[in-house]
């Protein structure tokens, strides 16, 4: 796919955008448009090999993975800068002090949640943890837990490994999703080993309650789940009312029966790093994790990786606090648009999350059809809504985490393509 006008359509978007009576009103660093079309990202790069040839020529806008267009925080660029001008990048020592103590004082200033440098489990990532977890704590053939619509990893990693799903779905109302306890519970099977908690929840942006999280905690606990909190998305919670409680600073009860993931990598733009931290309070299921991880993969985690992770966490509150406002934004502004476009497109509220779950049904196509009239006609690269299950078809997902002068962008091709259907 030729990528030579990617920067002509930024162009376009930044005219849009300071047309618009809903643009950001004062000069942001979130508002610079950085080209990554030739910076080998699959945001903006993969067109070729994951569209049909159709509907790569149609040049959509990548507005789908979740990763954002923004540049990490300059004090993590420093601190990566330092790091390579030191010139040797050697085999990492493990974990510093420095960085354990990044990562407790993060959960202790933006949670309340006090924990142990111990708990601490440096790993590549909350995808490749998620399969060892699964691996270490199921046998094939066992059964897991999930809340659909969830993320695609949610369900793939787990048929990967030859576990089942056993489907808890979350309750659609009129804004949004709801927890529903009994059907929740009715879900676990005799051999349902797991619950994998999206916390916040992706892609509907739910961010739970004390008692949804205790409810949920209690019947695991009655049934002998172990929960498995990922709680990647922890920094993202937009609405000022609510507040991510991270599900083991419940209680020791629920501390000892859980395994939390958590990273920089989605707050600070940084998954291509490659570093994580799951939090694992009880010894044995830390030993057994840990066991299960080495026989997978060589145990060290991108060196760099950590020298950012440590820089965010010591440094990047300020940038992160810039960053939500700027995402609030991005949300009321899209969901006005689509809303005053048309009646058959609903945005859904959402507590968190630089993601959008658009409700595409009014528009009375089939999921295979929404998806090639978002790419060909829209020219606009969506996640398809059943990648996150059956709950998904007629969804899409919208990666809202790019400058305004993007959404703005997706708004008018969006509005092009629902003009032409009449």
């Given at each position: ?161 030859g576990r089942h799903l056993a489907y808890a779905p979350l309750e659609r109302t009129e804004d949004g999703y709801r927890f529903d306890a009994r059907t929740f519970e009715a879900a676990i099977r005799p051999d349902t080993k797991l619950f994998i908690l999206s916390h916040p929840h992706n892609p509907t942006g739910n961010v739970w309650t004390e008692d949804e999280l205790r409810t949920m905690g209690e019947i695991c606990a009655r049934h002998g789940v172990l929960v498995v909190s990922d709680e990647i998305h922890q920094d993202l919670v937009l609405n ?183």
């Open positions: 796919m030729a990528r030579d006008t990617a920067p002509e359509a930024d162009t376009s978007a930044s005219s849009s955008a300071s047309t618009s009576s809903s643009a950001a009103p004062a000069a942001s660093s979130f508002d610079t448009v950085v080209d990554r079309s030739r910076s080998n990202s699959m945001k903006w790069t993969f067109a070729d090999s994951l569209l049909a040839p159709d509907e790569a020529a149609a040049e959509p806008l990548p507005m789908w993975v979740a990763d954002t267009d923004f540049k990490a925080p300059q004090a993590v660029l420093d601190a990566l800068h330092d790091a390579v001008d030191h010139g040797v990048l050697g085999y990492p020592g493990g974990a510093t002090d420095g960085y354990l103590d990044a990562v407790v004082n993060w959960q202790a200033r933006r949670f309340g949640w006090e924990i142990s440098r111990d708990w601490v489990v440096p790993a590549a990532g909350v995808i490749t943890s998620l399969k060892t977890v699964v691996q270490a704590f199921s046998a094939p053939g066992d059964s897991v837990l999930i809340q659909p619509p969830v993320y695609v990893h949610f369900h793939e990693d787990v048929r990967l490994n000022p009312a609510r507040t991510h409680i991270p599900f083991a600073s419940l209680g020791p009860e629920f501390a000892r029966a859980s395994i939390t993931c958590t990273a920089p990598s989605k707050t600070f733009n940084l998954p291509g790093l490659q570093c994580a931290n799951i939090l694992i309070p009880d010894h044995r299921l830390r030993e057994d994790f840990s066991r299960q991880y080495e026989r997978n993969v060589f145990p060290l985690v991108n060196v760099l990786g950590m020298v950012a992770a440590e820089a965010a966490y010591t440094h990047g509150e300020p940038w992160l606090e810039e960053l939500l406002g700027y995402l609030r934004g991005n949300h009321e502004h899209f969901a006005k648009a689509v809303h005053s476009a048309t009646s058959k497109l609903r945005v859904l509220p959402a507590d968190a999350l630089y993601l959008a779950w658009m409700d595409c049904r009014g528009l009375g196509m089939d999921a295979e059809a929404l998806d090639r009239f978002m790419l060909t006609e829209a020219r606009l690269w969506l996640d398809r809504g059943q990648k996150f299950g059956a709950e998904g078809h007629g969804y899409m997902r919208v990666n809202l985490g790019c400058p305004r002068s993007t959404v703005d962008e997706a708004i008018r091709r969006l509005g092009d393509a629902l003009a032409g259907l009449g």
